[in-house]
């Protein structure tokens, strides 16, 4: 099974790029890349997800390597409403979803 | 929509009382889950059920137990509540296959037992 590796925590000043890394070495070939946020005492909200390309949307860009065995997500202009922590899922093949610990972005004013 | 919504929002429970907690989605889903997520930690799964009349275990399925009668409902249930079930407890739901489509949440239960 496919596991995920982030950095606990990050740092981002307001208004700049977040870049948030995550690794899973062991990802096979028909396995999904899914990110979501958490902020404080909310449910989970879906982000984005890719297999194979880069992905973009209205909140995010995946950048997904060749080999697949790490991405980043990118949040453009990262605002204080992005504090949250940040969690990389790889879909496991018995169809079960694993949350990890996750990253807690801080955005800095 | 609603979207995906969770009753009660809290409960104070002593050890060995009985509780359901109710998910509920009006969005046609096929698949809801049940995780439970402790301070500090990520979520994890407990049960999940990939169709009316189904249910299957996750991660920490021991001491809960879940019912999907109606498509649109997924019921958790503990029936002799222990203080490490003190935790806040999230619904999802998703229209396919989790792996190809987004997972909606409920805003959680906050329970807590003394």
């Known amino acids: 099974d496919a596991k995920t590796t982030q950095p606990p925590s990050m740092d981002c000043a307001e208004g700049r790029a977040a870049n948030l890394p995550c690794n899973h070495s062991?990802?096979?070939?028909?396995?999904?890349v899914y990110w979501y946020r958490q902020i404080h005492s909310q449910g989970p909200q879906y982000i984005i997800h890719?297999?194979?390309n880069n992905e973009t949307n209205e909140m995010a860009s995946l950048i997904i390597t060749e080999d697949r065995k790490s991405s980043t997500l990118i949040l453009p202009h990262a605002t204080l409403r992005d504090t949250a922590v940040y969690y990389c899922?790889?879909?496991?093949?018995?169809?079960?979803?694993?949350f990890g610990k996750g990253t807690r972005l801080h955005i800095l004013p | 929509n609603a979207g995906v919504t969770q009753t009660p929002k809290f409960r104070v429970l002593k050890t060995g009382q009985s509780m359901t907690l109710l998910c509920a989605q009006d969005?046609?889903?096929?698949?809801m889950y049940w995780y439970r997520q402790d301070p500090g930690m990520g979520l994890r799964l407990i049960h999940y059920?990939?169709?009316?009349?189904?249910?299957a275990k996750g991660e920490v399925p021991d001491g809960y137990n879940v019912s999907r009668l109606k498509k649109q409902n997924f019921l958790l249930g503990l029936e002799s509540a222990a203080p490490s079930q003190t935790s806040v407890y999230f619904c999802?739901?998703?229209?396919?296959?989790?792996?190809?489509?987004?997972?909606?949440f409920g805003p959680g239960t906050r329970l807590t037992v003394t």
């Open positions: 899922i790889v879909r496991h093949r018995d169809d079960k979803i694993i």
């Open positions: 062991t990802i096979s070939g028909n396995e999904y």
């Open positions: 059920s990939v169709g009316e009349g189904t249910t």
């Open positions: 890719g297999l194979k």
């Open positions: 969005m046609n889903h096929e698949y």
């Open positions: 999802a739901s998703t229209r396919e296959r989790a792996w190809t489509g987004e997972q909606y």
